[in-house]
């Protein structure tokens, strides 16, 4: 079946749907996004997707164009019109048209597409087994806190550790790591603390990574908000990435290295079950 898509006001076939070539996102990755997971055709983690968006495009001086509860109601309507049960919702709002200028155009009307991926999310079979991670170099520009679509960098280190025969490459800055190339790292230490960076343009500010932190504290897992070394990582009992995607992805080698015993860790485990639980209670 083809999809039903919105595109600046208009709900249309995905066949139907066209964007100018003088679009800003097009000609200059002048655009921010998100992705919403939906389980049983609600909304999991939706108002941190919302404020996260709302601070990426007033970054950048872009207009959203929907208040709030217009831009939810969108959600629920693309989730109806395509009957999603499962999968992710794709949202991305560009600056809008203008002939081509490294400058800002004034008064262009900015251009919103949302799109739904069905997918499963909830029952991902690579949780059982964990993923494989390589490191990167990390060659991504200074401020990855405003969710833009410039991703050619991060893909490129996806591609370099599919090449290296890993699943997914963590990037690597300074002698640090940074994140995953579309999701938090975090390790937990042979003491039982759970170590994710801290906050700052050198990384996005993650919606899952925010929830997890607090199910963590709750749950009396100590938690501690800093950088860590590849060294420290490969040395970890466990590891795992977050992501709107993935939700908790346990990570059982880093470099060909095994982490702990190579086998998804408890604490992982145990986040990803009430990170579910939790989110699923309160979706939208």
């Known amino acids: 079946m083809t999809r039903t898509v919105y595109l600046n006001g208009d709900w249309l076939p995905e066949t139907a ?11 200059f990755a002048d655009a921010v996004y998100e992705v919403t997971a939906v389980i049983g055709g609600r909304l999991i983690d939706y108002h941190g997707h919302a404020a996260r968006l709302q601070r990426s495009t007033a970054e950048l ?3 959203c164009g929907l208040d709030p509860e217009a831009l939810l109601a969108v959600h629920r309507e ?6 999603l049960r499962e999968g992710l919702i794709y949202l991305q709002i560009s600056r809008g048209v203008a002939d081509r200028d490294f400058a800002y155009p004034n008064g262009a009307e900015p251009t919103l597409v949302l799109f739904t ?15 494989t991670i390589a490191l990167v170099p990390d060659q991504r520009w200074t401020r990855r806190d405003i969710k833009t679509v410039q991703l050619l960098p991060a ?12 699943d997914d490459a963590w990037l690597v800055e300074d002698g640090f790591i940074t994140e995953g190339s579309a999701a938090t790292a975090h390790i937990v230490t042979q003491a039982g603390s759970l170590v994710t960076r801290g906050l ?6 993650g919606i899952t990574r925010a929830s997890l932190l607090d199910i963590a504290r709750s749950e009396g897992i100590p938690v501690e908000e800093r950088a860590f070394t590849p060294d420290e990582a490969k040395a970890a009992a466990e590891a795992f ?3 709107a995607t993935n939700f908790v992805l346990p990570v059982t080698r880093i470099d060909g290295t095994p982490v702990g015993d190579g086998r998804p860790g408890p604490i992982s485990m145990r986040l990803r079950q009430r990170y579910l639980e939790v989110r699923l209670a309160d979706a939208v």
């Open 200 to 205: 700052s343009s050198a990384l996005l500010h």
């Open 155 to 166: 893909s490129m280190a996806k591609m370099e550790a599919l090449r290296r025969g890993a």
């Open 117 to 131: 991926q069905s997918k499963p999310v909830l029952e991902n079979p690579r949780v059982a087994a964990g993923i």
């Open 61 to 63: 001086g872009i207009p």
């Open 241 to 243: 990435i977050s992501s």
């Open 17 to 27: 749907a066209k964007i100018s070539i003088f679009d800003r996102g097009f000609l």
């Open 78 to 83: 693309i989730v109806r019109r395509n009957d």
